[in-house]
């Protein structure tokens, strides 16, 4: 199947700083990308939908300038966590979508665990 | 946000006995995921389902859109030590291409 990397993988941080995660799809275009963020034991919570060339489409509740969305490219969107505090720590997980003739599927990345202190 | 309902929550069973979970909808998906989830890990997807009534084998697992469309199941055949993990099942319908996620299956194996 297709592949999605994301780094990195776990990151420390302390409160106030920002931090950039970067999610690839490494083999195939995806003009369209996905932010989720999981707590323990949950369900994945779709936090916004990242368009290839145009602005962010942002959940209800998810602050666009606390959670900056850049999609430069088809293979790369990247997740800016400004000014982080203790309470946005949590899991965060990108996908891209894949779309064919009558398929349309989402293909996960590893997820990335921020620690802010 | 709009979750389906997959049951059971959870399920303890022992090493090589068969496995069902079903995920239903109030709602009509034109595709079905299958997506399995270890701890730490992001989900990978194991079965997609792209039209009523399709039954669709991944090794020991098959899964099946259901003919209402309104519904999906998965089982596993024989299971064993690494089917451990967080099952989740998620629906696309066309013209939204935001999944809509299953409260997820948690599978764990007795010694």
């Known amino acids: 199947g297709a592949v999605v990397s994301q780094h990195p993988s776990r990151v420390i941080c302390k409160s106030g700083t920002s931090v950039k995660i970067e999610c690839r799809s490494l083999?195939?275009?995806?003009?369209?990308m996905f932010w989720y963020r999981q707590f323990p034991k949950q369900s994945l919570m779709l936090m916004a939908t990242s368009n290839e060339g145009s602005k962010a489409t942002y959940e209800q509740g998810v602050e666009k300038d606390k959670f900056l969305i850049n999609h430069a490219s088809l293979t790369l969107s990247t997740l800016t966590v400004t000014s982080a505090h203790p309470e946005d720590s949590s899991f965060y997980i990108c996908?891209?979508?894949?779309?064919?003739?009558?398929?349309?599927?989402?293909?996960f990345g590893p997820g990335t665990r921020l620690t802010v202190l | 946000g709009q979750q389906l309902n997959q049951s059971p929550q959870s399920m303890f069973i022992q090493e090589g006995e068969d496995v069902s979970m079903n995920c239903t909808s109030s709602?009509?998906?034109?595709?079905w995921l299958w997506y399995k989830q270890d701890p730490g890990e992001g989900p990978v997807l194991l079965i997609a389902l792209y039209k009523a009534g399709e039954l669709t084998s991944n090794g020991r697992l098959t899964a099946q859109f259901g003919i209402t469309r309104k519904d999906s199941f998965l089982n596993i055949s024989a299971s064993i030590p690494s089917d451990v993990g967080i099952y989740f099942c998620?629906?696309?319908?066309?013209?939204?291409?935001?999944?809509?996620f299953g409260t997820g299956t948690r599978l764990t194996i007795i010694p």
């Open positions: 709602s009509i998906f034109n595709t």
């Open positions: 083999d195939f275009q995806a003009t369209t």
């Open positions: 998620a629906g696309l319908y066309f013209g939204n291409e935001k999944l809509t």
């Open positions: 996908s891209a979508r894949a779309s064919g003739l009558g398929t349309d599927t989402q293909y």
